[in-house]
Structures are given as C-alpha cells and as structure tokens.
C-alpha cells in the first residue's frame, strides 16, 4: 500500500497561473481533506469530502475548489494563484472520520 | 465553530525530562482529541488520541489526560529523548457529526542531549 500521495512534491507558478494538486489513496478511505499549513499557524482546513461526489468548505476555502469524481482521488484546484497561497499543502484521508492520514505534501511558492 | 488553543509554542527540554503541552477548545461538543507529531520536512502523524469518555490514555512514554469541564487537555512525554524533537499538534473533532479536526498551532519540542 503506498497509502496517501500527492503530485506534484514541489511547484513554483507566477501569480495568476492555474494548477491543481492531486491526491490519491489506496485505502479505501471514505472522507479526505486538503489543509494548507503556514508558519505558526498550524494545519488549516480548505475543502474535505466526507465520500465520493461530495465536497464541503473548512476553514479558508477562498481561492480553491476541490473535486471528488473517484473514491481515491481528491484534487485541490487554484484557479488564479495569489502570493498568499504560498504554502505547504497537505492532504489526508481517513476510514470513519477520526484518524486522518496525512499524504507527503506539496510545497508551492507563487511568486 | 470549534477554536484550540496551544501552549507553549515552544518547548526546550533536557534529554530524560518531561514534556508537557496544553490546549483548551471552545465547542463543548468535541469528543475527540487526537495528538499528531511532524518531524521536520515530514507529514503529520497521529501518535495518541482520546475520546470524551475517557479522562487519560497512556502508552508507553506519552499519556494524554482530557478535563472535560474545563475544556482542555494535555500531552505528557516522560524520559524525552532527541528524537521526540518535533512540531506537536492537538485536535479536537466532534465524531459523528462533522468529521473535521480543528488543529491548535503547534508546539516546537526540542530536546537537548
């Protein structure tokens, strides 16, 4: 099992570009979410999906929108990157809504 | 909706003492507090967790104890070693109803030999 991933591991985009993140589990897990994690201030909540054709806010959605099509994949789309969505974005999946596991991470700097 | 709070922010300890970090929450609904560990340039993961109906849970060298009443909780790490040295996050989660964590912003454990 190569349990959560994410593509791509690093990005570097000009302010204004597209990109979408994707993440992938192979463990069959129901609910998935995409955080962003800044300096001081922790894991912070985007988007999560709590099964397959379901998408939800969390915290600080503006600037993103996520899609769910397929039980395994979550991708966390930014259609006009900002400088403030340099960040590290972390996805995580979970079995019943409790323990969440986290994927490696995408470091993405808009300049 | 649910606020955590962190203290301290950073904590630097000698090797074989204890560690202590503290979070409150505001949603007297949450019933679930889990404890993750980053390593440096490394993913979050869950190291202890405990539920509302439980007032502490020990394994091994952690313990994680929950009040309830006064809405908080705490990580306990005894005998610390250089390798407990990493970023401690506290959550808290209402099962059953939203299935989100809100996470406090972390607490940087350094462990000096």
């Known amino acids: 099992n190569a349990g959560v991933t994410q593509t791509p591991k690093f990005r570097v985009l000009k302010t204004g570009q597209s990109m979408t993140l994707l993440c992938a589990q192979d463990?069959?897990?129901?609910?998935m979410y995409w955080y962003r994690q800044d300096p001081g201030m922790g894991l912070r909540l985007i988007h999560y999906?709590?099964?397959?054709?379901?998408?939800a806010k969390g915290e600080v959605p503006d600037g993103y929108n996520v899609s769910r099509l397929k039980k395994q994949n979550f991708l966390l789309g930014l259609e006009s990157a900002a400088p403030s969505q340099t960040s590290v974005y972390f996805c995580?999946?979970?079995?019943?809504?409790?323990?969440?596991?986290f994927g490696p991470g995408t470091r993405l700097l808009v300049l | 909706g649910e606020n955590v709070e962190q203290h301290p922010s950073t904590l630097s300890v000698q090797e074989g003492d204890s560690a202590v970090i503290k979070c409150t929450y505001s949603?007297?609904?949450?019933?679930?507090f889990p404890w993750y560990k980053q390593e440096l340039g490394k993913r979050p993961q869950l190291i202890i967790d405990?539920?509302?109906?439980?007032g502490e849970k020990k394994d091994q060298r952690i313990a994680v104890t929950l009040n309830k009443t006064a809405k908080h909780f705490s990580l306990h790490i005894t005998e610390t070693q250089p390798e407990d040295s990493a970023v401690y996050f506290c959550?808290?989660?209402?099962?059953?109803?939203?299935?989100?964590?809100?996470f406090g912003k972390g607490t940087l454990l350094t462990v000096n030999p």
């Open positions: 949603d007297s609904a949450s019933n679930y």
């Open positions: 995580a999946s979970s079995p019943g809504g409790k323990t969440q596991y």
């Open positions: 959550a808290a989660s209402i099962i059953g109803s939203n299935y989100k964590l809100t």
């Open positions: 999906s709590v099964g397959e054709g379901t998408t």
């Open positions: 405990i539920r509302s109906n439980v």
């Open positions: 463990m069959n897990h129901e609910y």
